[in-house]
């Protein structure tokens, strides 16, 4: 089992920023594959962005790619999304997950573990 939990979310102005992080607990050896999705109510969860194994690959979402960094400090078991120039339609409950076995996915589906989410609301 592993056990995610995410902070950092709250209200920003657009143009501003925030960094969301995850905090892994138990067995997070296996965890080869980490991601964020965002969801925003009565929508499936849309992927953001990932990283996998030591934090050297990397892939975003076309929506954020040049203004959210996803990077992943094993050593502490964390994983950060930096989130820069947000805009109104970045807002969305933010979650953290864990994929053993199809690191890199961009699919909901492959991933074992999920984080509570925690919320981003960026007004004008």
């Known amino acids: 089992q592993v056990q995610l939990v995410e902070s950092g979310g709250g209200m920003v102005q657009a143009g501003g920023s925030l960094t969301l992080t995850c905090t892994a607990s138990?067995?997070?050896?296996?965890?080869?594959?980490m991601a964020w999705f965002r969801q925003t109510p009565g929508n499936e969860r849309e992927f953001v962005g990932d990283?996998?194994?030591?934090?050297?690959?990397?892939s975003y979402a076309d929506s954020v790619k040049g203004r959210f960094t996803i990077s992943r400090d094993n050593a502490k078991n964390a994983v950060y999304l930096q989130m820069n120039n947000l805009k109104p339609e970045d807002t969305a409950r933010y979650y953290c997950a864990s994929s053993s076995g199809a690191p890199g996915s961009v699919w909901a589906k492959d991933y074992d573990y999920w984080g509570q989410g925690t919320q981003v609301t960026v007004f004008t």
């Open positions: 990283v996998r194994f030591g934090g050297e690959l990397t």
């Open positions: 138990g067995r997070t050896r296996g965890s080869l594959g």
